[in-house]
């Protein structure tokens, strides 16, 4: 009979009460000499760029949360407005000195007609200093920019550009009671 004793792999560092010559977890010889892996010189050279990268975007990133936070809480505004009212609303975004908004304009007005009473339509003019919470609140990057919410406020289209006229319509027949 063979004399069991403790042995420790030197692979997988398990210990264990055996005679057997190789490790029943990982099948390592017990006499097997296990180097270890040489450091990567990559590794340490990529540590100084990494932290630099890290400490200038980690502000930008601060930054860029903070912003949609703001950003959030202003579109909140608007929305607890339109839960008020309990109608669907459409934020039309135009410029007076924009062409395609002035192209724009007889649509969203003939829509607003069509649906008096059922949805309201909101023309916002972004140079207007008392808009300029709702074009950053929506993020308007562009004009003419239509946003369409429905009765719980929650924004359902957002379209940059000047819409055909059918394509307006199926958009707010959508929220429209």
């Avoid at 607890?80 to 969203?108: H, M, N, Q």
């Amino acid at each position: 009979m063979t004399e069991q004793t403790k042995k420790r792999c030197p692979s997988c560092h398990q210990s264990d009460i055996t005679d057997f010559s190789t490790c029943r977890f990982c099948h390592t010889r017990y006499d097997a000499v296990i180097k270890a892996a040489p450091e990567s010189s990559i590794g340490k050279q990529l540590v100084a760029p990494i932290a630099i990268v890290l400490l200038v975007l980690g502000p930008i990133a601060l930054i860029a949360h903070h912003a949609r936070e703001v950003q959030t809480a202003k579109l909140a505004v608007i929305r607890d407005e339109i839960k008020s009212v309990g109608r669907p609303r459409v934020l039309e975004f135009y410029a007076t000195w924009c062409g395609p908004c002035k192209a724009y304009e007889p649509t969203v007005l003939d829509c607003s007609r069509r649906y008096a009473g059922r949805v309201d339509f909101q023309r916002l003019d972004i140079d207007d200093p008392e808009n300029k919470r709702y074009v950053a609140a929506m993020g308007v990057r562009a004009v003419p920019t239509t946003c369409i919410f429905n009765e719980n406020g929650q924004e359902v289209y957002h379209q940059s550009g000047d819409l055909p006229q059918e394509w307006l319509d199926d958009a707010v027949k959508k929220v429209a009671r």
